[in-house]
Nanobody, 114 residues
C-alpha cells in the first residue's frame, strides 16, 4: 500500500534552514505529482509546494524565494529545502500524493523559535 514517511523536522532559530525528506513506497513514484502541505496550530492545512512528474514546481506565495521543492525518482524521495525560516513557518509538514484520493504521511514537526 501507499506509504509516505517524512523526516527532517526539528527546532530551528529564525533565519535558519531545514531540509525535509519524504520517502515514498507502494506506488510508481515517478509518474505522480507530489506535494508538501503544512498545518499550524489552530489553522487549516495548506499547500506549501508541489512538483509535477516532469519537475514543474509551484509554491505558496508565503514561501516563494525561501523554499525549494525537489524530487529524486531513483530514490523515490521528495525534498523540501527551507531557508530563511520564520516563526510563522512553524507547523507540522506533510508529504502528499493524490491517487483516487489524497494520501498523507504522518507529518514532521517544524518549530521556528529563538
Amino acid at each position: 500500500q501507499v506509504q509516505l514517511v517524512e523526516s527532517g523536522g526539528g527546532l530551528v532559530q529564525p533565519g535558519g534552514s531545514l531540509r525535509l525528506s519524504c520517502a515514498a513506497s507502494g506506488f510508481t513514484f515517478s509518474i505522480y505529482a507530489m506535494s508538501w502541505y503544512r498545518q499550524a496550530p489552530g489553522k487549516e492545512r495548506e499547500l506549501v509546494a508541489g512538483i509535477g512528474n516532469g519537475g514543474r514546481t509551484n509554491y505558496a506565495d508565503s514561501v516563494k524565494g525561501r523554499f525549494t521543492i525537489s524530487r529524486d525518482n531513483a530514490k523515490k524521495t521528495m525534498y523540501l529545502q527551507m531557508n530563511s525560516l520564520k516563526p510563522e513557518d512553524t507547523a507540522v509538514y506533510y508529504c502528499s500524493v493524490f491517487m483516487m484520493s489524497r494520501k498523507w504521511g504522518q507529518g514532521t514537526q517544524v518549530i521556528v523559535s529563538s
